[in-house]
């Protein structure tokens, strides 16, 4: 069920995103491929992708289920794909409910691939509702299509500030190694 891009050039130059992809059906299935061409076309040159599939119907099954959750905790992108009509089965949302909560503070992005029923426009069902809550329960960022970047770390994660810390700037350097002299005496 993962598929990579292990042709591509060497991949200590690109960062690597993992990403698990859930699907209703053939048609939404066919969606998620769509979005993941496009995501690996805007950014193959920068990122190394390891893509997972699961269907719903997989989601039902607790040992594929329990590895999907743990594939989606560490996950840097997870997309739904989904028809719009109805609520997601209870399976697929305790699943979603574990993988949330085996996540943590990890950063990443949510992304609703739900056609829009016929004649629906400006309306949100209960797919989207619910994607939307997971989403902000998991602090993830919230998307319907390709985002425009993804080179960026979000500046107020842990992730971001362990980056920061972790850094010795020039600047930081020449104030560490920096003789001061001894403090004035009061007289």
Same mark, same amino acid.
Request: negative net charge; charged residues 20%.
């Given at each position: 069920?993962?598929?990579?891009?292990?042709?591509?050039?060497? $991949?200590?130059?690109? *960062?690597? +995103?993992?990403?698990?992809?859930?699907? !209703?059906?053939?048609? &939404?299935? /066919?969606? @998620?491929?769509?979005?993941?061409d496009q995501?690996?076309?805007?950014?193959?040159?920068?990122? $190394?992708?390891?893509? *997972?599939? +699961?269907?719903?119907?997989?989601?039902? !099954?607790?040992?594929? &289920?329990? /590895?999907? @959750?743990?594939?989606?905790?560490?996950a840097d992108?997870?997309?739904?794909?989904?028809?719009?009509?109805?609520?997601?089965?209870?399976?697929?949302?305790?699943?979603?409910?574990?993988?949330?909560?085996?996540?943590?503070?990890?950063?990443?992005?949510?992304?609703?691939?739900?056609?829009?029923?016929?004649?629906?426009?400006?309306?949100?069902?209960?797919?989207?509702?619910?994607?939307?809550?997971?989403?902000?329960?998991?602090?993830?960022?919230?998307?319907?299509?390709?985002?425009?970047?993804?080179?960026?770390?979000?500046?107020?994660?842990?992730?971001?500030?362990?980056?920061?810390?972790?850094?010795?700037?020039?600047?930081?350097?020449?104030?560490?190694?920096?003789?001061?002299?001894?403090?004035?005496?009061?007289?």
């Open positions: 069920m993962t598929r990579t891009n292990e042709g591509a050039a060497p $991949a200590e130059a690109k *960062a690597a +995103w993992s990403v698990v992809v859930v699907y !209703e059906d053939a048609a &939404a299935r /066919e969606r @998620a491929v769509s979005f993941c995501l690996v076309s805007r950014f193959w040159e920068g990122f $190394a992708f390891d893509l *997972a599939w +699961w269907p719903f119907a997989q989601l039902e !099954e607790a040992s594929t &289920a329990k /590895e999907a @959750a743990e594939k989606a905790a560490r992108l997870l997309v739904f794909a989904a028809g719009p009509e109805g609520d997601f089965s209870h399976p697929v949302k305790a699943w979603t409910e574990a993988w949330l909560s085996q996540r943590g503070e990890r950063e990443g992005l949510l992304i609703g691939l739900l056609e829009p029923a016929v004649g629906t426009a400006g309306w949100e069902g209960q797919k989207h509702h619910y994607l939307r809550k997971a989403a902000h329960h998991g602090a993830l960022d919230y998307l319907t299509e390709v985002p425009q970047d993804i080179a960026h770390s979000f500046p107020d994660s842990l992730d971001s500030y362990t980056e920061r810390a972790d850094q010795i700037t020039h600047l930081l350097d020449n104030i560490l190694h920096q003789q001061s002299p001894p403090p004035a005496l009061l007289t």
